[in-house]
């Protein structure tokens, strides 16, 4: 059983209430065409609507899975997941999965960009590469957590529409490149952490050499359509790696370039 007793997190204060879970069962079609109009005026009640179901979305499928680490939890929190898919899947944003965001590609369950956040151990200025920018939420939510963020997306209009949406939430100070992460972003190495968040079928040994010593990466590994092994990666001080696995877990594949 998750104790909440032992989570220090000034946002939850004052808010346990049940009622969050009747909330969060009632995310259906029904309340679609309600939400679109009200988000895109962008009226407090609409914020008021995604607030509560965020805070949801943290406590029963973060929280309570282990995720224990405050920045992480506080930036889960703050990143407006539904501002990070198309209208007619608005309404779905806080739910429990992946979610469609075009070009075959998804936007990462919740809870996994929260685990691969945590695990990396960030502290706020660090150098983070990610590999696979997609909707550029999982960039955001590396930006709450107070580290630098450069981004590499193989799709170009994918690329550009994440670097158009993260400047419009805020998120300007977000590096975005459209190119083949497999390479890494020599010019910005070395990098404190990397997070890659599409699957190969082995660490690419470019985005090794791009970590610095002490540095982490974060990266699903396996085949294509099946289940992979999230690793985390340590570099050590002598240059030495260590790998740990984190958990399975089913990501889209790392495409290389002319793939698509
Ligand atoms: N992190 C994203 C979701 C990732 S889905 C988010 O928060 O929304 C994986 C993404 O990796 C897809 O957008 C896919 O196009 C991209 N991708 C796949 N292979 C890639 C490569 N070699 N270089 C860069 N991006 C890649």
Do not use: C
Request: charge should be negative; avoid cysteine.
């Amino acid at each position: 059983m998750v104790d909440r007793s032992k989570v220090v997190y000034p946002f939850y204060q004052g808010q346990g209430r049940s009622a969050l879970g009747a909330l969060y069962l009632f995310l259906g079609i029904g309340v679609t065409p309600a939400l679109a109009e009200q988000s895109q005026g962008d009226s407090s009640a609409s914020r008021d609507t995604y607030v509560s179901e965020r805070v949801n979305m943290v406590r029963t499928q973060i929280e309570a899975r282990g995720v224990r680490d405050a920045a992480t939890l506080a930036a889960m929190s703050a990143v407006p997941r539904h501002e990070f898919v198309s209208l007619e899947w608005q309404s779905s944003a806080y739910s429990d999965g992946p979610l469609p965001i075009g070009e075959g590609q998804t936007i990462s369950q919740p809870y996994v960009v929260a685990l691969m956040t945590e695990r990396l151990g960030l502290r706020p200025g660090e150098k983070v590469l990610e590999i696979g920018t997609g909707s550029g939420y999982q960039a955001a939510v590396l930006a709450e957590v107070e580290v630098r963020v450069f981004t590499i997306e193989i799709f170009e209009s994918l690329a550009r529409e994440a670097e158009e949406r993260l400047r419009r939430l805020g998120y300007g100070a977000i590096s975005v490149r459209h190119g083949d992460g497999y390479l890494g972003w020599p010019d910005e190495a070395p990098f404190d952490a990397i997070i890659v968040t599409a699957a190969p079928d082995a660490i690419p040994q470019p985005l090794i050499d791009q970590l610095r010593a002490g540095g982490r990466m974060i990266i699903p590994v396996g085949p294509e359509g099946a289940v992979q092994e999230l690793i985390l990666l340590r570099k050590d001080t002598d240059g030495s790696i260590r790998t740990e696995s984190v958990s399975p877990v089913r990501f889209v594949p790392l495409l290389r370039d002319g793939t698509p």
